[in-house]
Structure formats: structure tokens, C-alpha cells
């Protein structure tokens, strides 16, 4: 490989327009003067519309447009696509979903019509002026209250409120290790729902012409969401361009298609000419997709020494109600793919049911399923280590996998890990030894301090497959065309860094380009850290096809053998001599037919598919330190050290931020954060960041990351993805140093001041 940029860390380019206030997010490209779409949305999370009636809405000033599920209907619209495919015990239920309520509605926020007007204040005005009589009926709320016999039936194709049966593993191997066993320890699990809540809401400006639809939108899979869209309307994809500029996050939340980019194409459609919509916030909270919500059961099986010998899991995924692009594939095959984590455990069984609840759909969120199956192998664990008496490291360090390749109990191929490790590492950085008199100290203060460990296995690819091309542009520039996107990646400072190494040409000669549906030939999207894995080496592939067909042009300008040349510096030479061609010129040379070989096409631009379905294996050992004011239960997270493995680092720097931004949501989680409902009316009790708690600058210590490379051999360029692994590794990490705290005590997700201080008392109330 030539030497170049690779390992090097670099800043973001893209920092310096983000800065400085001149990035290109959706909302900032509408034009002066385009109709403003405004959503009417149900009050009621579960209700019959007796009669909706839009009359004095259509009349008011500056109305131009009024869509109901009715108007949708009319327009012959198939219902939102589940595309996810997983292997159910019996069929998936997927009920019809429309981009605008027809009869029912079936969870609050769901949209019921659209108005397009002159301006937003106008939009607003007549969204109020709609009329609409609800019928409320009996709401369902949660997975637990959905399956009692005498729940409200959400959908009469789904009879019990159930939409599948999944399991995974070898249930007769799993049952015998468990009768086996010297040990078994058993806890309830509970992953408890959250909300993305990206910085940029979503938005979206619409427009028709000339039989084609064009869909400016915040997203992060613009291939995957026109299928979906060319689905919805019975048209060819060719009828659709989708594309994206710079995206404020996504976080999985941003990869599916939603009800109104469907309604807001409809009204582009019928008005002929462009539509916008911006989301506010309160309807990301109400009308985007909420994420993990497990409620379930999971036991450990150790021998007499403390070995693993079989872990199963049973739990109720909430779906919320309706199934969303991805949300039956997280609980199940993402789940599937990380449970059991960096361990060697032989046997593994995982059950899960899929229900529907009035709710907000469920979908992917930043780990997508991973970060619940670590978090219930660590729960388990730890409260192995616990009921044995044993040090937590020492017993992860005994089981964690340590010959490759090695093959999971639930099928995953793993080509090289440093498990064990990590765990040395964590431990010869963690001053463990000094923990004693640290907890001491804050004994005496009156605090309770709490040390925890825990490890984290990533499974890395997200969908398979992935296109990439290299073109020479007419400025000079070579621009670099993926099918993956960059949603705050820095995948736009980090393709140029290998491929300047790659070809031997300047990182700031290359061009990034993503997220357009007529610029990308093909593309998954990101999700599930795949870009450099996926996305990477099918750019890999492109420049070596490139660069063998550049190879027989300069051999045949050069008049040498292709054997003769070396490459090197950008430039092809004849070895031995100091005749050279270097790619731009060659670039230039081969858009002239008479200067090509006999039988070479015009042009160096090359395209590729990687058609590899190979997955990553990203890992990490943490460990965090917090001390709890026994007065208030509120808990202070004093450090956290995390030593992880990504594979080859392309931009250490970069790679430390997505870790750091991936830490602060699982930490967000573990201490803060939790979707809430009232339990009868089924309104939401958590609809902006009022009543959501964010993490803030101040509820987290500085984060001490330590990486390690470790490259895999299932890509050119040894890496193993690191976009989700920070929300995966954190939340076990702080609720076990939370509970150590506690003396051990059982604690659920978010570990709320309120929360804790119930232990507490509870503590003093049994001693």
C-alpha cells in the first residue's frame, strides 16, 4: 500500500463551513416563497374519526391545499412498506399504514391531514380550522399491558396485540446447559424507549415536473427510502430523485421513509409546484420513531468454575403501532447477531415476541438492536460475578473468546478479536487498586461511590452491499461517488484520506459525493457502522479497476509493456527509466479516442459493487466511576476509560469523536433519558426536551478513550466500523458502577435522581 494519509488525523472539512454558519442542511434550501406545509395531528392515541371535514379550512386566506386520508386514498397509494425481512415462527404481521389516517388513529401524533399554504402562520391557521370528531376508544399502552387477554385489539389482523414469534438458537442445546449447570442466575431486563432527537428536525421540500418527483430531504439512505417511496405510489424508482444535503444526525432515525414525505409528494403533485415541510420539535417527538423499549427475562448458566455454558434470553419488543421500515428486524436480527457479546458461551436461545401498542412506531436508533444485546449479556454478568463472589474483570477475562475465527452460538463468523485484551489493557489503566480509598472518601462526605466494567461487542455492516465510483472531473478534480452517506461521520474528510494514499494524489484533490439518487448509481445508506467497511471497499475496488485501466492507457502512451510500469506518487513510470505519466494526465489523454489503445472506451471513470455480506467485529472494555448524593439520589458520573478496538483507524481523531458522541447518548440513556406515557389516556408525557432529558456538557466527565487496532481481514482496509459503539459499551457500564454504588441493588434504566433515591430508601427501610 503507498504511503499517504491513512492513520493520520485530520480535522473535518466539513467543520469549516458547519462553524461557520454556512452548511447546507434542508430547511436553509428552501426557496423564498414556497408553499409551507402544517401536519393536523391526533390528539388521541387510539380513536375512530367519525367525521372529518376540512370545508373551513380550504376557504381561509392563503390555503392552496388540503389532503386527508381520504384525498390519499383517491390517489389509488399502496400502504407504507416493512421492507426488513426476518425469519419469524409463523407469518409477520404488517397492517396497512397510510400516510394520513383514514377510520382510526393509533397513536398520538399519528398525521390525519395536510395543509399547504402561502405561508406557515397561514397553514397553522387552518389546520386549526379542520374539524374532526373522535370516537376515543380503550388505548393500549406498553408491551406488558398489550398481551393481557383483556387488552384493546389495536389491529384485527394481529389478535392479541401480536405481530410475530421470533426465535434464535438451539433451544435443546441451551435447555441441557442450563440442567448442567452449577450456576444460573436469572434477572428481568428492561431497555427502556427513547427518542433519537437530532439536533435538525426533519424536512423536506417536494416538487413535480415533467412526470418525475424530487425529494430534497434530511436523511441517510436516499436509495432505500426512493424504493420505499416508489413502492407507496406504483412507480418506477426511475420516477423519483431523492438526495440530501449536509444532515444535522440521524442516528438511524433518519434512514426510513415517513407518511409525510408521501403526503407532502402528493400535494407537490396536485399543486405543481414546490412544497416544504419542516418538522417542529415536539412532532419528532410525536411523529418520527422511538427506539428499544425490551421488557423480558434472561438467565446465565455457569459451571462449578464460573465458566459460561448457556445464556437465553425471552423479552416483548414494543413496535408501537405499526410495523416501521426496520423496527421488527431490530429486537430481532440485529439483537441476534451481538447476544452473548465477547464471550465464549456455547449455548444461546432468544425468544422474542413483537407487539403493538398505541405508541409511536419503534425503529433503529444509534446500535439498533446491539446495544440491548449487550446490555442483558452485561446485566447477566455482572450479576454472575455478584452471586459468585468473584472480581467482575477476572470473570470476563476468563470467558471472553480468545480463539479465532470463531463461530457464535447464534451463527456470527468472527475473523479476529482482542476481547481479552482489552480487558488487560482497561485493567492496567483503570487504577482499580486506588478505588478504596476514593470510595472512602466520599463514605465520609456522606456519598455512596460505585465502580462498574463492562465489555461490548459491535456487529458491523448494516445492509449488505455497497457501489462506488471514481470520476475525473472537467475542473480537475476527482470526485470520490458513494452509496453510503455521511450524517456527521466525517466520511467527507475521511474517503479522501485513503484514497489519496490509494492513488497518490492530494486529499484536497478529491471530491466527496453522496446522497443523490441521479449522481449515485446504487447505495444502502449508513446504518449499522458500515461505511468505511462496506462503503470503503467497494471505493477500494472502483480505484483499482480505475487504476488497471489507467495502467494499459499510459502503457500504451508511454509505448512500454503494462509489466514494465511501476506506480507510485500518483504517477505511472517505466521502470528503470524516467519516462512517467502521472493520473491527471492520463485522465485528460483518455477522453481523446485517438489517443486510447485499440478496444479501450473513452474515459478513466470506473464504477464497483462490493457484494460482500462479511461483518465486523468492533469491541471495547470500559469502565465508569460515579458517586450518588445519598440525600438527593442524584447520581455524578466521576469517570469514564474506555479501551476499544475499531480495526485499522483511517482518522484516529475522528474515530475519538464518534466515540465520545456515542458515549454521551449511552450515557444519556443509562442516567436521563426514557420515553413516557400516561398509562390510561396514552398521551405523551415526554414531548420535548422540556420533559426529555438530554445529556448536557456538564453531566459528563471528560472521557478517557484508548484505541487499539486490530485490523480484520474482511476488507482491504482492516477496518471494523465505529459509528454506534460508544451508545453500545456505556449504558451497562454506568448502571453496574450505579448499582455497585447501591450495594447491588436492582435498578432499572434511567437511573433518575428520583429512581435512586427510592433505592435508597428501600435499602434503609429492609436493613
Known amino acids: 500500500m503507498p504511503e499517504g494519509s491513512i492513520g493520520v488525523s485530520r480535522r473535518r472539512r466539513e467543520d469549516a463551513r458547519f462553524l461557520t454558519g454556512t452548511g447546507r442542511f434542508t430547511a436553509d434550501l428552501i426557496p423564498p416563497g414556497t408553499p409551507r406545509s402544517v401536519i393536523l395531528r391526533s390528539p388521541h392515541a387510539h380513536a375512530r374519526i367519525r367525521r372529518l371535514d376540512a370545508t373551513a379550512a380550504r376557504a381561509m386566506p392563503g390555503v392552496l391545499l388540503v389532503l386527508t386520508g381520504a384525498d390519499l386514498a383517491a390517489e389509488g397509494l399502496a400502504p407504507l412498506p416493512c421492507p426488513v425481512k426476518v425469519a419469524t415462527l409463523g407469518p409477520l404481521i404488517i397492517p396497512p399504514r397510510a400516510a394520513l389516517a383514514v377510520d382510526t388513529v393509533r397513536h398520538v401524533g399519528e398525521p390525519v391531514a395536510l395543509v399547504v399554504a402561502t405561508t406557515e402562520a397561514a397553514a397553522i391557521d387552518a389546520v386549526e380550522a379542520i374539524d374532526v370528531d373522535y370516537a376515543p376508544l380503550p388505548a393500549a399502552i406498553g408491551a406488558a399491558v398489550a398481551l393481557r387477554p383483556e387488552a384493546p385489539q389495536i389491529w384485527t389482523e394481529a389478535p392479541g396485540n401480536l405481530a410475530f414469534r421470533f426465535e434464535r438458537g438451539d433451544r435443546a442445546a441451551t435447555e441441557a446447559a442450563f440442567a448442567a449447570a452449577a450456576h444460573v442466575v436469572e434477572c428481568r431486563i428492561v431497555n427502556q424507549r427513547i427518542h433519537a432527537a437530532p439536533i435538525e428536525p426533519r424536512a423536506a421540500l417536494a416538487s413535480f415536473a415533467a412526470g418525475r418527483f424530487d425529494l430534497l430531504h434530511t436523511g441517510m439512505g436516499v436509495h ?22 449536509d444532515v444535522g444526525g440521524g442516528f438511524g432515525m433518519k434512514n426510513f421513509l415517513f407518511p409525510e414525505y408521501v403526503a407532502l409528494c402528493v400535494a407537490a403533485r396536485r399543486l405543481g409546484r414546490p412544497v416544504a415541510w419542516v418538522a417542529t420539535g415536539a412532532e419528532e417527538f410525536q411523529g418520527a420513531v422511538h427506539a428499544r423499549d425490551h421488557d423480558g427475562v434472561a438467565r446465565l448458566a455457569l459451571d462449578a468454575e464460573g465458566h459460561f455454558l448457556g445464556l437465553h434470553a425471552s423479552y416483548a419488543a414494543d413496535l408501537g403501532a405499526y410495523c416501521s421500515a426496520n423496527g421488527p428486524g431490530c429486537p430481532t436480527n440485529s439483537v441476534s447477531t451481538a447476544i452473548g457479546g465477547v464471550y465464549a458461551i456455547p449455548a444461546v436461545l432468544l425468544e422474542v415476541r413483537g407487539v403493538f401498542t398505541n405508541t409511536v412506531p419503534v425503529d433503529a436508533y444509534r446500535g439498533a438492536g446491539k446495544p440491548e444485546a449487550n446490555y442483558l449479556t452485561e446485566r447477566l454478568v455482572e450479576a454472575a460475578a455478584r452471586a459468585l463472589g468473584v472480581d467482575p ?58 465502580l462498574g466494567i463492562a465489555c461490548f461487542l459491535e456487529t458491523s455492516r448494516g445492509a449488505p452491499q455497497e457501489w462506488a465510483a471514481v470520476r475525473f472531473a472537467a475542473d480537475g478534480m476527482v470526485d470520490l461517488a458513494v452509496g453510503t452517506q455521511s450524517n456527521g461521520q466525517g466520511l467527507e474528510t475521511s474517503f479522501p484520506q485513503f484514497a489519496a494514499q490509494w492513488l497518490g494524489l492530494p486529499e484536497e484533490r478529491f471530491r466527496f459525493v453522496q446522497a443523490d439518487t441521479d449522481s449515485v448509481a446504487f447505495g444502502n445508506g449508513h446504518g449499522g457502522a458500515r461505511s468505511l467497511h462496506v462503503g470503503g471497499t467497494a471505493l477500494v475496488m472502483a480505484m483499482e479497476a480505475m487504476l488497471e485501466k489507467a495502467r494499459r492507457l499510459a502503457a500504451h ?130 414531548a420535548s426536551c422540556m420533559d426529555y432529558a438530554l445529556p448536557r456538557a456538564d453531566d459528563l466527565p471528560p472521557l478517557t478513550i484508548v484505541l487499539r487496532e486490530d485490523p480484520t481481514g474482511s476488507n482491504p482496509l482492516g477496518v471494523k466500523g465505529v459509528g454506534q459503539a460508544g451508545a453500545i459499551g456505556a449504558p451497562q457500564t454506568v448502571m453496574a458502577a450505579v448499582r455497585d454504588a447501591l450495594g447491588g441493588a436492582e435498578l432499572a434504566m434511567p437511573a433518575t435522581p428520583e429512581a435512586v433515591w427510592r433505592a435508597l430508601r428501600a435499602a434503609v427501610a429492609g436493613a
Open 393 to 450: 474483570l477476572a470473570i470476563r477475562r476468563q470467558n471472553a473468546i480468545a480463539a479465532f475465527p470463531y463461530r457464535s452460538a447464534t451463527g456470527m463468523l468472527m475473523d479476529t478479536g482482542r476481547f481479552g485484551a482489552n480487558l488487560v489493557d482497561l485493567e492496567a489503566l483503570a487504577d482499580r487498586a486506588g478505588f478504596a480509598a476514593r470510595r472512602a472518601a466520599s463514605e465520609a462526605a456522606g456519598q455512596r461511590r460505585g
Open 557 to 686: 502512451l508511454l509505448q512500454a509493456a503494462v509489466a514494465e510500469l511501476d506506480f507510485a506518487g500518483g504517477a505511472f513510470r517505466v521502470r528503470g527509466t524516467d519516462r512517467g505519466i502521472d493520473l491527471p494526465a492520463l485522465a485528460l489523454a483518455a477522453r481523446d479516442p485517438a489517443q486510447l489503445p485499440e478496444g479501450m472506451a473513452p474515459g478513466l471513470d470506473t464504477e464497483a459493487k462490493n457484494l460482500s455480506e462479511l461483518v465486523t467485529f468492533p469491541s471495547g472494555a470500559h469502565l465508569a466511576e460515579v458517586e450518588i448524593d445519598s440525600e438527593t439520589g442524584v447520581v455524578t458520573l466521576q469517570r469514564y476509560l474506555a479501551v476499544d478496538d475499531y480495526g485499522r483507524l483511517i482518522n484516529p481523531l475522528l474515530t475519538e469523536g464518534q466515540v465520545q458522541g456515542g458515549l454521551a447518548q449511552g450515557i444519556g440513556q443509562a442516567l436521563l433519558e426514557r420515553i413516557l406515557h400516561a398509562p390510561d389516556s396514552g398521551q405523551l408525557l415526554t
Open 224 to 245: 432505500g427510502t426512493r424504493a420505499q417511496l416508489a413502492e407507496v405510489f406504483r412507480l418506477p424508482e426511475a420516477a423519483f430523485r431523492l438526495h440530501c444535503p
